[in-house]
């Protein structure tokens, strides 16, 4: 892990690419660790995750960086290179609810979840002493019904102080504004009740129970301006009975809300994701 490099890049397809690129690897004395390759032959596009052993290569990382913002701009590319000991910085917002908060702090806590959480932050100080007994800085922003606007902007504020690689929405019940969207797009993570594009919005098991679903879910996906329309990142369904009442979609529910939003979270801090338009390519570890 010390000397691995993870290069992650998304192009127009061509014949050749991934040799080329493996190629351009081996000229600079890297040695490939892990190579994950998909092309979408609907949109003649190419995907790619490499994990590279940089400890050979003269210069390490940024001669790596330097030299292939050659080939990326050949290529028309977009692209990432990151050392993999650098852990990425992870904001949690949350409300009042805590099972998804809970459980990335105990994988947090456990280093299944390798990252940096510098803070967590609320509109209610429901869940302050869960946030501060794991010795996590805890910041309530409230957003008050009737002047939204001024809460936004203090969270856009303090957002932009801790610098997150993501941020990750744990069950927090406020639809971010679209300049939050934007200006952190395909940073923010959120957790939807519900198997999308099913049941949009609020009350999605209640919802389900009327209609008799025998599957419900929940689905991680990148929040975008449009209402849990976002790339979507992971799911996961439990099957339900007609005896089940809502509260026991509920129960089973969160289940499904901390195992889809454990999974993104991994995927996305371990670069694994790779957006393009509406879809995700996910390199599963």
Not at 173 to 201: R, T, V
Not at 251 to 278: I, K
Request: with cysteine; hydrophobic share 40%.
């Amino acid at each position: 892990m010390q000397n691995t490099t993870l290069l992650k890049i998304t192009c127009p397809d061509r014949v050749g690419l991934l040799a080329g690129i493996t190629g351009f690897v081996a000229a600079q004395g890297g040695n490939l660790l892990e190579v994950h390759q998909f092309t979408d032959p609907d949109a003649a596009w190419f995907f790619a995750r490499l994990a590279i052993d940089t400890g050979t290569i003269e210069g390490g990382p940024d001669r790596l960086r330097d030299e292939f913002a050659v080939l990326a701009r050949e290529l028309n590319a977009q692209w990432t290179i990151r050392e993999a000991s650098r852990r990425m910085r992870v904001v949690i917002l949350v409300s009042k609810l805590d099972h998804c908060l809970a459980d990335l702090l105990w994988r947090w806590q456990s280093g299944e979840l390798d990252v940096e959480i510098p803070v967590v932050i609320s509109n209610h100080d429901t869940l302050a002493p869960l946030v501060e007994r794991e010795g996590v800085p805890f910041q309530l922003i409230p957003v008050d019904p009737a002047d939204k606007e001024s809460g936004f902007r203090d969270l856009a504020t303090t957002l932009r102080g801790a610098r997150p690689d993501a941020i990750v929405l744990a069950r927090y019940m406020q639809i971010l504004p679209d300049f939050l969207c934007e200006e952190f797009a395909g940073k923010i993570i959120n957790i939807h009740h519900s198997f999308l594009p099913a049941f949009i919005g609020a009350n999605p098991y209640r919802r389900a129970h009327e209609r008799g679903v025998k599957l419900i879910g929940a689905t991680c996906h990148y929040a975008t301006p449009q209402l849990d329309d976002g790339p979507i990142i992971d799911q996961e369904v439990v099957r339900v009975e007609h005896y089940h009442q809502p509260e026991d979609l509920l129960r089973l529910g969160r289940d499904c809300e901390r195992l889809a939003l454990a999974r993104g979270v991994r995927y996305h801090v371990a670069d694994r994701v790779l957006v393009h338009g509406r879809r995700t390519i996910v390199f599963r570890d």
